[in-house]
């Protein structure tokens, strides 16, 4: 696995987007203060899922976003990329290249991709486990962190070890593996309780079922019933009404002729009814005249009375004329006969008059016995309409009740039929209900199973965390040993600087030289070095090569002869001494040594040195 790039935009002093390739030797970010060495370290930490703002130099994590300047305007996002060659498949995923990219908003939403997918901050972290990658990995030592890590807490240092030594996925694991299994537990407890439910629900249900049954055949066997009696009624009612539609067809044929009957009385009323105006208006007129003829008599008799009167008079007045008497005796007679003509008029006008009267009578009579019979018929009628509306009555009752009737059957089948299907919900949330509860017996072997297995695991682990503590403290006995070897280094790295510096364990000429070659660096450059410096023995072979060498150690390797023979030139010059050159081209090996046979012989010095 290696670090091939990282392409960063936004990211703290980065405005524009830059990317960085990293090639397979050595690379450095070199340059001055404040120009963003340490922001591409803060870069890598953060697209690993570093959380502490504190961490990445900064008071919030809105902090890493470019903030803007002067020139620049302020990002509203920041993004990191990197990506490493994983052709060793160390990174477990099945990808020949791994890029790693985050993103951050100012809102405060983040996220994180993994070659190109949307992923949790989980998977980022687990992707990296034991790969000494990571936020908490050791890969990225920032400024100050050896000084954290020698005087930090043990916890702290213990938890680099578990990183380097692999044992943190593990770890990691466990605490997954506790997790899901007090998750487990939870919902096994859960399940109980379901389980407890639902059995007390099953066995509430089934005594429900058993009732429901028993109900529904009661049910059906009132249903059976009443649809039977429906079923007679409704016979009834349709002959009722049969027979009621008879009898109103009949009473419609009667009515049909007594309205004929009434019209004919009708038409025959009519003209003795005119007849009797007629004869009315002639008795009135008569009665009229009569009565005029009666004033008339009246009146005569009046005269009649005064001539009379007048008659007594002149007889006792004898002394009037005859002639006034016989004037009197003329208007009498006048008088008289008018009476007499009068009452003749008289018993004519009565004569007329009574047989007016009787004809009056006997056409009142007709007239009666014809309103007596029309009233008769029009009684009839009125019966037969009373008759028809009671009959129409009951034919509207007979057919409510015939559509109640319908009603109550239809009702009744709907019933039979909602009771059919209510049976079969309770019996499918029965089958349902017996369902659940082996699923859950199922998930709960399953889980006593998968908890049995984790428990093996945890012992598993337990065990390999037990073995990897013991492991880690003898690693840190001998990581104490290391740091006490590393501190004896140091103090011989120190005293060999010193040598180095000064030149300590070589001749005065040696040491004259080199001192000289740090004035004039042409001289240096022409200077491989001594010859024991440049050679390197194992230690077995240290003794000999000591002896047979000898002082020819402290010679001064050089290049060619041609610089050997300037460097004599200024060694003369500086009077510095007698120094054993030795140009490169002159160091040969004789290949006809190589025929020497010796028992005594390990090896020539050229194999080893």
């Known amino acids: 696995m290696r670090l091939k790039s990282i392409e960063i935009n936004g990211f703290k002093s980065f405005a524009d987007k830059i990317k960085l390739d990293f090639e397979t030797n050595i690379t450095a970010i070199i340059g001055p203060n404040g120009s963003g060495k340490s922001n591409v370290a803060d870069a890598v930490r953060w697209v690993l899922g570093e959380q502490s703002a504190k961490t990445l130099r900064g008071s919030k994590m809105e902090d890493v976003i470019f903030s803007g300047t002067d020139h620049k305007i302020k990002k509203n996002y920041s993004t990191v990329s990197i990506t490493f060659d994983n052709s060793d498949n160390i990174i477990p995923i099945d990808f020949k290249e791994v890029t790693i990219a985050r993103k951050l908003y100012r809102s405060g939403e983040s996220d994180y991709f993994i070659n190109k997918s949307n992923v949790r901050l989980k998977e980022v972290r687990e992707l990296f486990l034991d ?97 039977s009696i429906s079923y007679k009624e409704y016979n009834y009612l349709n002959s009722n009404f049969n027979k009621f539609t008879e009898t109103l067809k009949i009473s419609k044929e009667e009515f049909s002729d007594i309205s004929k009957e009434l019209d004919d009385v009708k038409i025959k009323i009519a003209p003795l009814k005119e007849e009797l105006n007629n ?169 006593l199973k998968e908890q049995d297995n984790k428990n093996l695991k945890i012992n598993k682990y337990t065990i390999s965390i037990n073995e990897l503590e013991e492991e880690i403290k003898k690693l840190k006995s001998k990581n104490s040993i290391i740091s006490n070897e590393i501190t004896l280094k140091n103090k011989e790295i120190l005293m060999l600087k010193h040598y180095i510096r000064n030149y300590d364990g070589y001749s005065k000429s040696i040491q004259d030289l080199f001192k000289l070659c740090e004035k ?90």
Request: aromatic share 6%; with cysteine.
């Open 520 to 609: 004039e660096k042409d001289i240096k450059k022409m200077i491989c070095g001594t010859f024991g410096d440049l050679i390197s023995v194992e230690d077995k072979y240290k003794k000999a090569i000591d002896t047979v060498l000898s002082s020819n150690l402290q010679g001064v390797v050089v290049h060619n002869d041609l610089e050997a023979k300037k460097i004599i030139e200024k060694i003369k010059e500086n009077k510095i001494g007698r120094i054993n050159l030795f140009p490169i081209s002159k160091i040969l090996f004789k290949k006809e040594l190589n025929n020497l046979k010796d028992n005594d012989i390990l090896s020539f010095a050229n194999t080893v040195i």
């Open 131 to 227: 790969t000494g990658i990571g936020r908490e990995g050791y890969s990225i030592i920032g400024q100050g962190r050896i000084e954290e890590i020698i005087n930090g807490k043990s916890e702290d240092r213990r938890a680099i070890f578990e990183e380097a030594s692999g044992i943190s996925k593990i770890k990691y694991q466990k605490n997954e593996s506790q997790k899901k299994l007090f998750k487990a537990k939870d919902n096994l407890t859960r399940l109980r309780d379901i389980i407890i439910q639902n059995e007390n629900r099953y066995t509430f249900l089934k005594g429900q079922s058993i009732k429901a049954k028993t109900g529904i055949s009661l049910l059906q066997n009132i249903e059976k019933a009443e649809f």
């Open 279 to 447: 004869i009315t208006s002639l008795v009135e007129k008569d009665i009229k005249e009569l009565n005029k003829i009666t004033s008339q008599k009246n009146d005569i008799v009046n005269k009649k009375n005064v001539l009379n009167e007048r008659n007594k008079f002149i007889k006792l007045n004898n002394e009037q004329s005859l002639d006034i008497k016989e004037e009197y005796k003329s208007n009498l007679e006048k008088i008289n006969s008018e009476i007499a003509e009068i009452d003749t008029q008289i018993y004519e006008k009565s004569k007329k008059l009574n047989i007016l009267s009787k004809d009056k009578n006997n056409l009142k009579d007709m007239f009666s016995n014809k309103i007596e019979e029309l009233e008769f018929k029009t009684n009839i009628f009125e019966n037969l309409l009373i008759e028809k509306e009671n009959i129409e009555n009951s034919i509207n009752d007979l057919e409510t009740e015939k559509k109640a009737s319908e009603l109550i059957s239809y009702s009744i089948k709907k019933k039979i039929e909602e009771n059919i299907e209510e049976t079969k919900k309770l019996n499918i949330e029965k089958l349902e209900l017996e369902n659940l509860v082996y699923k859950n017996k199922v998930l709960l072997d399953s889980y």
